[in-house]
């Protein structure tokens, strides 16, 4: 992987408050090749798109397809384009859950807030 031999220490690398001098897209990758090698049951991914130029947006999306697969996945977000691999929503405002159930279920549903937040493209 070129991007992993261009880091200064390889999967070592320390990322910190500033990603260690890295980009956003190489700190994200790098974190998901962390998590990878440990295989883990559950995957919580907590704006994991943010910050990033779409070519790389488009890098980490596969590799969050990836990491995912066949394990339990929490994601958090803002974008609805993120939800969109989602079996399940819930949708917290002003830390309250005000709508939970199937995506599919509540994509369908013209009364469900999701549904509403997709008609609008408002971010969920």
């Known amino acids: 992987m070129p991007w992993l031999e261009a880091l200064p220490a390889g999967l070592d690398t320390e990322l910190g408050a500033d990603s260690g001098g890295l980009s956003a897209g190489q700190a994200q990758l790098l974190a998901f090749a962390r998590v990878f090698l440990k295989d883990p049951g559950l ?36 974008r609805l384009k993120t939800v969109e691999r989602a079996d399940q929503i819930l949708i917290l405002e002003q830390g309250r859950v005000v709508e939970y159930g199937d995506r599919a279920s509540l994509a369908s549903d013209r009364h469900s807030r999701f549904a509403q937040l997709l008609t609008t493209g408002i971010s969920a």
């Open 43 to 78: 995957v919580v991914l907590d704006e994991a798109s943010s910050r990033l130029d779409p070519l790389t947006e488009q890098l980490i999306e596969r590799a969050v397809d990836r990491l995912l697969a066949n394990r339990t996945g929490i994601i958090i977000a803002h």
